[in-house]
T-cell receptor, first 116, second 108 residues
Framework: DARVTQTPRHKVTEMGQEVTMRCQPI?????VFWYRQTMMQGLELLAY????????DSGMPKDRFSAEMPDATLATLKIQPSEPRDSAVYFC??????????????FGDGTRLSIL | RKEVEQDPGPFNVPEGATVAFNCTYS??????FFWYRQDCRKEPKLLMS???SGNEDGRFTAQLNRASQYISLLIRDSKLSDSATYLC?????????FGAGTRLTVKP
């Protein structure tokens, strides 16, 4: 089965450090999503791209977070500088979407981020 | 009011039991609907889509009531492996709103 691949699986770092998370969507999928999950907030949509163009990043703190898709096989989510409240599991998901399609999203294993 | 509200659970049921989860959503523009399951420390995985006429997939039955903005999931003959958190997900275009989930534990 094709899968969304995320790296790293785990990341522990000190506050103030830059964190970069990577995602390889399923080949052929044109839409990529970044989510954050915490016990308190559940799953929150941070940003998503269609055909590599950012469509919505309203869920993302703009001052420290940035999301990009350098090419169709790679999406990145960067936090600089990181803070302890950023500790969470970050999921990437991808889907093939033709606009009003109801195709479901497929999730990667997630990156477990701990900021000390 | 939350956009997606689910039974908080946890539901603790014996093997073989039938269990039902409910979900209400506030966005009347939602076009498609899904149930995902999430195991502890794992990613959400699609369980099933929910169609307007209701649909069944083996032991799982999903129902949708657009007028009431209500979705349900019924699990029959529950198995130990059904233990997970079940997430209700209405979707408008690419905007998927995940419920907080309902925790199910199936016991021997």
């Amino acid at each position: 089965d094709a899968r969304v691949t995320q790296t790293p699986r785990h990341k522990v770092t000190e506050m103030g450090q830059e964190v970069t998370m990577r995602c390889q969507p399923i080949l052929g999928h044109n839409t990529v999503f970044w989510y954050r999950q915490t016990m308190m907030q559940g799953l929150e949509l941070l940003a998503y791209f269609r055909n590599r163009a950012p469509l919505d990043d309203s869920g993302m703190p703009k001052d420290r977070f940035s999301a990009e898709m350098p090419d169709a096989t790679l999406a990145t989510l960067k936090i600089q500088p990181s803070e302890p409240r950023d500790s969470a599991v970050y999921f990437c998901a991808s889907a093939y979407d033709r606009g009003r399609s109801n195709q479901p999203q497929h999730f990667g294993d997630g990156t477990r981020l701990s900021i000390l | 009011r939350k956009e997606v509200e689910q039974d908080p659970g946890p539901f603790n049921v014996p093997e073989g039991a039938t269990v039902a989860f409910n979900c209400t959503y506030s966005n009347s523009a939602s076009q498609s609907f899904f149930w995902y399951r999430q195991d502890c420390r794992k990613e959400p995985k699609l369980l099933m889509s929910v169609y307007s006429s209701g649909n069944e997939d083996g032991r799982f039955t999903a129902q949708l009531n657009r007028a009431s903005q209500y979705i349900s999931l019924l699990i029959r003959d529950s198995k130990l492996s059904d233990s997970a958190t079940y997430l209700c997900v209405p979707r408008e275009n690419n905007d998927m709103r995940f419920g907080a989930g309902t925790r199910l534990t199936v016991k021997p």
